[in-house]
C-alpha cells in the first residue's frame, strides 16, 4: 500500500530530532490486480461492533509461540533447538550400565552430570484426549483411555453456503442452553491482627469489611509503578473515600488523608499468603486446581443448535483497581464488584433458566437468537458495555472472522478507484469533500482509526476525524508531524512525507483555528463511513486498516529468503509482522523483565560456548591435528576464566537444587503409593555426587583437557560442534529477534488485523512448522485458515 512502509511510529522514548524511526524506508507499492482463487468463499456478513474488537484474545508478553505437538506414540529422540537449553553440565559416576540412547545431543560427550528425563510427556505436548505416560521405574508406555470428553470440530467452513450462520442481523441460532457466568467467591475479610496503620498510630485501623477490601486492592501494589503514579493514587482514595463514607471504620478512625495511610502490614499479610502457595506441595496444587476446574467445568461449553461449543470468557472479573492502559485518567478507579443483578442473560426459549452461584437474581433473560453474546452487563469504571461470546474457535466467532478478511480481501477490486478519486476530490472546491479526501488520504496510507468523539471524562485519544490542529504540524517543504494519543492512550507519533496538495489542505485547515479547534471540522467518522460503503457494501475505515495491514504484510513475506534456515525464516516473519504493527502503532512499553531477559538469554548463549569449548577440548585429546583447523583454532569468545568460573558455579548450584527437588517428588509419589519414603541419606549421596563432578571441572580449568563419557571418534565429536555451531548462530538470531521487538506488540495484529492465511500458506510454502507461529490458542481460533495451500495469497 502507497506509504505503508513509512510508517514510523515511535514510543515517546524512541522520538529523535528529526522523528524517524531507524531501518523504516519510504516508498508505495501498488494493488496486485490478481491472485490465486482459494476455497469458496463463506457469503459475506456484517460484523456486529461488540464482536469485532482489537482485543479478542489476550496477548503474551514476548509472543512465544507454543511448542510443537507431539503426535501420539511417538516419543522425541533429540531436542529441538529452540528448547536446547540444557549445558553440558556433570553426569553422577556410574553405579550400572544405562540402556544406551539411539541418538545423543551435541554436547553430551562429556562426562558430566546431566539431568534424567521427566518420565511423563509435557503437559503442552500432550494431543487432547490422549496422554502418552512413561513409568519411571519400569520405562514402559502406557496409553490413557481417550477422554470422553473429547470433542469433534465443527467444519462450519465446509459447510453449504444457506447452512453458514452470517452476521447480518437475522437468525444466528435455533437452540441455545448454557450454565451463565461464574461469579468470583464473596470477600473474605483478614486476620483479626493484619490492619492498615494511620497518622503513624501504632494503633491499627480496625476497617469494616467493605472498606477493607478496597484497601486491600492497594495494599497488594504499594510495590508497583502504580503506586507512584498521582493519577493512579487520586482516583483510588476519591473512590475509597465513598466507601468509607458508606462503612466507616468501626474504630470511629477518620481517614482524610491519603500521605498518612500505612497499608504496608496489609502487603506484608498478602506476600506472607503467595508464599505459602509458591510453597505448596505438587500433590496440594493439584487438588487445589481440580477442586476450581470442577467448579468451572459447567459453564466451559454450551448447547448451540444440539452441538456442544465452549464458551469464551465466562468468568466475571473481580472487583479491583482500573489499571488501564497510557495515561488514561480513571486509572486507579474502582471496579465495583458485578453481582447478578447487573447481568443481562441470553439463552433459548426454552432452555432451562441458569441459577447465579452467587445470591440474587439476573437482571433480565432474554431469547434474541440474532445476536451471538450469552450475557451482558455494563461496568462502572467507563461504561463499557461487557459481553460473554463463545470462544474464540467457535463456528460463530471463525465465520465473524473470516467474513471480515473476506470484506478486507474483496476491497481490492475496490481500492484502485478508491484511490484515484479521493486523490481527485483533494483539489475539489467543496471544503467538506476536500477534508474527506485528506483524511480519506491518511487512513489509507497511515492506517489510521476513523476516531470517534470523546466525553470529558474519557481518556483524551483521538483518530483521523478527531484530530486538532494541536496534533497536526506542518514542516516545510511537505512534512507533516502528528503526535497524539491514540487507541489506549498509546502514543502515536509520525513525521510523513506528503503530496503538494495535502500539505497545501492541511495548511488551509489550520487557518483561522487555535490549537484545540478539530482540523478536520466538516467530517465525522458516520460521513466518511457513508462514503465507503458508496464504493462497496459494509467498507468502513476499519476494514481499509484490515486490508493495508494484511497487504503489507503479504508483500513482506514474499521476500522471505528461500533457502535460508528455518531461524533466519521466523526472524523474517516477525520483522514482517513489526512492520505491520509500527504501521497500526502497536506500540508497548519495554518490558520490564526485558534486560533480566536478555541477561538470561546471554548467560545461556555463553553457556553453548562453554559446551563447545569443552567438545572441542576433547576433540583435541584424541585428534591433535584438528588443532590446525581453521573452525576450531580460535578459542570461543567471552569465556574467559572468571566466566568459566561463574558457569559452572551457577550449573553446580542449579544442580545440587535439581537433585533436592527431584528427591523430593520422588518421596512424594511414594508416599502416594502408601510406600516409605527414601531416608536423607540418599540424597545426601546424591549431593556428594554432584560436588564430586564439579570437584572434578575446577580441575580441569585452564587444562585444554575435558573427560569424556566414553571414548568417542573425532569424526562425531566435530559433528557434536558443527551441530553446537548450528545452535549458537540460530540462537544469537533470536536474541537480535527479541531486542528488535522490544517496543512493538506483534499479537494485536496477528490477531485482529492480519489474515491468517497468509500465514498459513507461508508456513506450508518454507517448510516452517505452524506451531513456530501460532500459539495452540491462535490455532484454534483459525481451523478455517490453516486448509489454504501454499500459493494462496491475500
Given at each position: 500500500m502507497p506509504g505503508a512502509r513509512q510508517a514510523t511510529t515511535v514510543p515517546t522514548a524512541a522520538v529523535n530530532g528529526n522523528g524517524k524511526l531507524k531501518g523504516t524506508s519510504g516508498g508505495g507499492s501498488s494493488v496486485a490486480s490478481s491472485s490465486k482463487p482459494s476455497k469458496p468463499r463463506a457469503p459475506k456478513r456484517k460484523v456486529k461492533k461488540e464482536e469485532d474488537s482489537d482485543e479478542d484474545l489476550p496477548e503474551?508478553?514476548?509472543?512465544?509461540?507454543?511448542?510443537?505437538?507431539?503426535?501420539?506414540?511417538?516419543?522425541?529422540?533429540v531436542k529441538d533447538e529452540s528448547d536446547a537449553d540444557e549445558p553440558v553440565t556433570p553426569v553422577k559416576r556410574k553405579r550400572a550400565a544405562p540402556k544406551k540412547a539411539k541418538k545423543e545431543e551435541a554436547g553430551s560427550e562429556l562426562e558430566t552430570p546431566q539431568a534424567k528425563k521427566r518420565g511423563k510427556v509435557k503437559k503442552e505436548e500432550q494431543v487432547e484426549g490422549e496422554v502418552e505416560v512413561e513409568d519411571?521405574?519400569?520405562?514402559?508406555?502406557?496409553?490413557?483411555?481417550?477422554?470422553?470428553?473429547?470433542?469433534?470440530?465443527?467444519?462450519?467452513?465446509?459447510?453449504?453456503?444457506?447452512?453458514?450462520?452470517?452476521?447480518?442481523?437475522?437468525?444466528?441460532?435455533?437452540?441455545?442452553?448454557?450454565?451463565?457466568?461464574?461469579?468470583?467467591?464473596?470477600?473474605?475479610?483478614?486476620?483479626?491482627?493484619?490492619?492498615?496503620?494511620?497518622?503513624?498510630?501504632?494503633?491499627?485501623v480496625d476497617l469494616s469489611p467493605a472498606a477493607e477490601e478496597v484497601a486491600g486492592f492497594y495494599a497488594a501494589m504499594i510495590e508497583t509503578e502504580h503506586a507512584k503514579d498521582p493519577t493512579f493514587n487520586k482516583n483510588f482514595f476519591d473512590d475509597w473515600a465513598v466507601v468509607l463514607k458508606r462503612h466507616p471504620p468501626r474504630d470511629g478512625t477518620?481517614?482524610?488523608?491519603?500521605?498518612?495511610?500505612?497499608?504496608?502490614?496489609?502487603?506484608e499479610h498478602f506476600e506472607e499468603e503467595k508464599a505459602k502457595k509458591k510453597a505448596m506441595t505438587t500433590a496440594e496444587k493439584k487438588e487445589v486446581k481440580r477442586l476450581k476446574d470442577e467448579a468451572e467445568l459447567k459453564y466451559v461449553t454450551c448447547m448451540l443448535d444440539g452441538r456442544k461449543e465452549k464458551v469464551g470468557n465466562f468468568r466475571v472479573e473481580p472487583p479491583g483497581l482500573f489499571r488501564g492502559r497510557g495515561e488514561h485518567?480513571?486509572?486507579?478507579?474502582?471496579?465495583?464488584?458485578?453481582?447478578?443483578?447487573?447481568?443481562?442473560?441470553?439463552?433459548?426459549?426454552?432452555?432451562?433458566?441458569?441459577?447465579?452461584?452467587?445470591?440474587?437474581?439476573?437482571?433480565?433473560?432474554?431469547?434474541?437468537?440474532?445476536?451471538?453474546?450469552?450475557?451482558?452487563?455494563?461496568?462502572?469504571?467507563?461504561?463499557n458495555h461487557k459481553y460473554v461470546f463463545l470462544a474464540a474457535g467457535s463456528s460463530l466467532k471463525g465465520q465473524s472472522d473470516m467474513s471480515k478478511f473476506e470484506k478486507a480481501r474483496d476491497l481490492k477490486k475496490h481500492v484502485d478507484r478508491i484511490r484515484a478519486d479521493y486523490e481527485d476530490e483533494l483539489s475539489r472546491k467543496e471544503m467538506q469533500v476536500r477534508m474527506r479526501a485528506t483524511a480519506m488520504y491518511f487512513i489509507d496510507r497511515l492506517a489510521l482509526r476513523a476516531g470517534n468523539e470523546k466525553g470529558d471524562d474519557e481518556a483524551d485519544t483521538v483518530g483521523c476525524c478527531s484530530l486538532r490542529c494541536e496534533h497536526v504540524t506542518l514542516e516545510p517543504p511537505n512534512f507533516v508531524i502528528f503526535d497524539f494519543l491514540g487507541k489506549d492512550s498509546i502514543r502515536y507519533y509520525n513525521r510523513v512525507t506528503v503530496s503538494e496538495r495535502v500539505f497545501k489542505n492541511i495548511k488551509i485547515f489550520k487557518r483561522d483555528k487555535q490549537d484545540g479547534d478539530d482540523l478536520f471540522d466538516r467530517v465525522n467518522p458516520g460521513i466518511l463511513n457513508k462514503h465507503l460503503q458508496s464504493y462497496m457494501k459494509g467498507l468502513s475505515a476499519k476494514v481499509f486498516?484490515?486490508?493495508?495491514?494484511?497487504?503489507?504484510?503479504?508483500?513482506?513475506?514474499?521476500?522471505?529468503?528461500?533457502n535460508g534456515t528455518l531461524q533466519e525464516k521466523l526472524n523474517h516473519y516477525n520483522h514482517s509482522n513489526r512492520m505491520v504493527a509500527i504501521l497500526c502503532n502497536h506500540q508497548r512499553a519495554v518490558p520490564k523483565t526485558h534486560d533480566q531477559s536478555m541477561a538470561k538469554m546471554a548467560d545461556k548463549l555463553r553457556g553453548f560456548k562453554y559446551d563447545r569449548m569443552k567438545l572441542r577440548h576433547a576433540l583435541f585429546a584424541v585428534d591433535p591435528k584438528a588443532k590446525?583447523?581453521?573452525?576450531?583454532?580460535?578459542?570461543?569468545?567471552?569465556?574467559?576464566?572468571?566466566?568459566?568460573?561463574?558457569?559452572?558455579?551457577?550449573?553446580?548450584?542449579?544442580?545440587?537444587?535439581?537433585?533436592?527437588?527431584?528427591?523430593?517428588k520422588e518421596n512424594e509419589k511414594l508416599e502416594e503409593d502408601g510406600k516409605a519414603p527414601q531416608t536423607d541419606d540418599v540424597l545426601q549421596g546424591r549431593l556428594r555426587d554432584v560436588e564430586a563432578d564439579f570437584a572434578r571441572l575446577k580441575k580441569e580449568r585452564g587444562t585444554g583437557k575435558a573427560e569424556l563419557k566414553r571414548d568417542k571418534p573425532a569424526e562425531k565429536l566435530e559433528e557434536a560442534i558443527d551441530k553446537l555451531d548450528d545452535k549458537i548462530k540460530a540462537f544469537k538470531l533470536q536474541m537480535a529477534d527479541r531486542e528488535a521487538g522490544k517496543e512493538v506488540a506483534l499479537g494485536t495484529s496477528k490477531i485482529n488485523y492480519l489474515d491468517p492465511r497468509i500465514t498459513a500458506a507461508w508456513c506450508k510454502k518454507h517448510s516452517v512448522p505452524i506451531e513456530k507461529i501460532f500459539s495452540k490458542t491462535l490455532i484454534n481460533k483459525f481451523p478455517w485458515a490453516l486448509e489454504v495451500d501454499s500459493e494462496w495469497k491475500f
Open positions: 503474551s508478553e514476548d509472543d512465544k509461540p507454543a511448542p510443537t505437538p507431539v503426535p501420539p506414540k511417538k516419543k522425541r529422540k519411571t521405574k519400569k520405562g514402559k508406555g502406557k496409553k490413557k483411555a481417550k477422554d470422553e470428553e473429547s470433542e469433534v470440530v465443527y467444519r462450519w467452513w465446509e459447510q453449504d453456503a444457506e447452512q453458514t450462520v452470517v452476521n447480518d442481523g437475522i437468525q444466528k441460532w435455533t437452540t441455545l442452553e448454557h450454565d451463565g457466568v461464574i461469579f468470583p467467591p464473596p470477600y473474605q475479610p483478614l486476620p483479626p491482627h493484619v490492619k492498615m496503620k494511620y497518622n503513624g498510630k501504632s494503633v491499627h477518620r481517614i482524610i488523608d491519603f500521605n498518612k495511610c500505612d497499608f504496608r502490614p496489609m502487603f485518567p480513571k486509572k486507579g478507579a474502582l471496579k465495583m464488584r458485578v453481582r447478578p443483578e447487573d447481568i443481562t442473560i441470553n439463552i433459548g426459549a426454552n432452555a432451562p433458566i441458569p441459577v447465579p452461584n452467587v445470591p440474587g437474581k439476573w437482571k433480565e433473560i432474554i431469547h434474541d437468537n440474532t445476536v451471538t453474546w450469552l450475557a451482558t452487563w455494563t461496568e462502572n469504571v467507563n461504561g486498516r484490515t486490508y493495508n495491514a494484511s497487504w503489507t504484510f503479504q508483500q513482506q513475506l514474499d521476500n522471505t529468503p528461500e590446525k583447523k581453521k573452525n576450531l583454532a580460535d578459542d570461543e569468545s567471552d569465556l574467559d576464566d572468571d566466566v568459566i568460573a561463574s558457569h559452572e558455579d551457577a550449573l553446580k548450584a542449579r544442580e545440587l537444587e535439581r537433585a533436592e527437588k527431584k528427591f523430593q
